[in-house]
């Protein structure tokens, strides 16, 4: 009981020096983000996997719906359909959009379908972590003042091929609805790997060439600016300082310092000209089943058939079948998770929740190019 009425008092003086009232200023988000991921990915208490283009990920779709609403948001659904093999299959986008002092938008996009359930994975950190903390980060924004306008996007069908991000960059340019916008974040994998990076795109435009081209984009198009990216580094260094701060991996082969390939829902972005960042938990410095590519996520024994911890790979590289993945993998689920990493997804999850509010509500860490 003393601790209680302790915090509650100094929680008061924190809150009388900063000069805020709102109630929003009482709330943990990366806490509740944290309960959002429960309901996404939990298949008792949540939804459990949810496959592109199944009953589940129209579940999702529907949770979402009811969650962005109950925030007061006006929920656009964008259905869409696409080809998969000899199948034509459709899923829908959520789009929520809050209004801020300018008309300069940033888009924060996080896909809410998951793959791997034949594996056993539940999709808890691809993508369940960033839909989790996207939904608990638009939650908080309705409460605030922003300086920018803020669109959130959540792309149903990434995992068969970016599906519902190239239907929305498609259709936003056709509809110039992309002239305002001046940086896009997407939030992939948030959680579970043992850094959290942020990166920017890729320098050398052929690393996304044949995405640009399905949405009938060419190389004056394409932008790989840094400046997001940057940004982004620098909110996580004020909220988190330099000990929990923004990983920028350094140059490997084939993916110069802090740039990343075309394999998510950013690429259709910068091919039409948006900055990007990309923030996904992962670990660049082992050397994996395709080199230094950020695809093995941990160095954690239970991740690997046995990991060559001097040589940062696998013990044997032609025999190695686990790679030190978590997504797509049985070990995507919450329970595995916890038993790996105590408490690690909690953290990222809340790191990432403050660290982008801090970056969304101030008008001074983009730098507009
Ligand atoms: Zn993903």
Same mark, same amino acid.
């Given at each position: 009981m003393k601790n209680g009425i302790i915090s509650l008092l100094s929680l008061s003086v924190l809150v009388g020096i900063s000069g805020c009232n709102s109630d929003s200023d009482t709330i943990d988000y990366g806490k509740k983000a944290s309960s959002y991921l429960v309901e996404i990915a939990d298949e008792v208490e949540g939804i459990g996997a949810r496959e592109a283009s199944t009953p589940e990920e129209a579940a999702m779709g529907n949770w979402l719906y009811d969650t962005l609403t109950g925030f007061g948001y006006d929920v656009e659904v964008q259905p869409f359909t696409y080809q998969k093999g000899d199948k034509l299959l459709s899923s829908n986008n959520y789009i929520v959009e809050k209004q801020g002092a300018s008309e300069k938008t940033i888009v924060l996009a996080a896909h809410y379908d998951s793959t791997g359930s034949d594996h056993g994975s539940l999709g808890a950190t691809d993508n369940g972590a960033g839909?989790?903390?996207?939904? @608990? /980060? @638009?939650?908080?924004?309705?409460?605030?003042?922003?300086?920018?306008?803020?669109? $959130?996007? =959540?792309?149903?069908a990434e995992e068969n091929g970016l599906n519902g991000s190239l239907h929305y960059v498609r259709q936003a340019l056709a509809h110039n609805q992309l002239d305002n916008v001046i940086a896009m974040i997407n939030y992939d994998t948030v959680g579970g790997g043992d850094y959290v990076y942020v990166h920017a795109a890729h320098s050398d435009y052929a690393?996304?060439?044949?995405?640009?081209?399905? #949405? !009938?984009?060419t190389e004056s198009d394409y932008n790989s600016q840094t400046h997001i990216r940057d940004a982004m580094l620098q909110a996580s260094i004020d909220v988190k300082g330099e000990d929990g701060k923004y990983t920028v991996h350094p140059a490997f082969p084939g993916y110069p310092e802090g740039e990343t390939?075309?394999?998510?829902?950013? @690429? !259709? =972005?910068?091919?039409?000209?948006?900055? $990007? @960042?990309?923030v996904e938990a992962t670990n660049f410095n082992i050397n994996g089943e395709y080199g230094f590519d950020g695809y093995s996520q941990t160095t954690n024994p239970n991740a690997w058939d046995c990991y060559d911890a001097e040589n940062k790979t696998a013990c044997d590289r032609d025999t190695e079948s686990k790679w030190g993945k978590i997504w797509h993998?049985? #070990?995507?689920?919450?329970?595995? #998770?916890?038993?790996? =990493?105590?408490?690690?997804?909690?953290?990222?999850?809340?790191?990432?929740?403050? /660290?982008?509010?801090?970056?969304?509500?101030?008008?001074?860490? /983009?730098?507009e190019k």
């Open positions: 839909v989790a903390a996207a939904v @608990a /980060i @638009a939650e908080n924004l309705m409460q605030e003042t922003l300086p920018y306008t803020v669109r $959130i996007l =959540f792309p149903g690393e996304y060439q044949s995405t640009c081209e399905k #949405l !009938g984009l390939g075309s394999w998510s829902d950013h @690429a !259709g =972005f910068a091919c039409a000209g948006i900055p $990007i @960042a990309y993998t049985e #070990l995507d689920r919450l329970d595995k #998770l916890e038993e790996l =990493f105590p408490g690690r997804v909690d953290q990222q999850l809340s790191n990432n929740v403050n /660290i982008v509010l801090r970056l969304l509500t101030t008008g001074t860490y /983009i730098d």
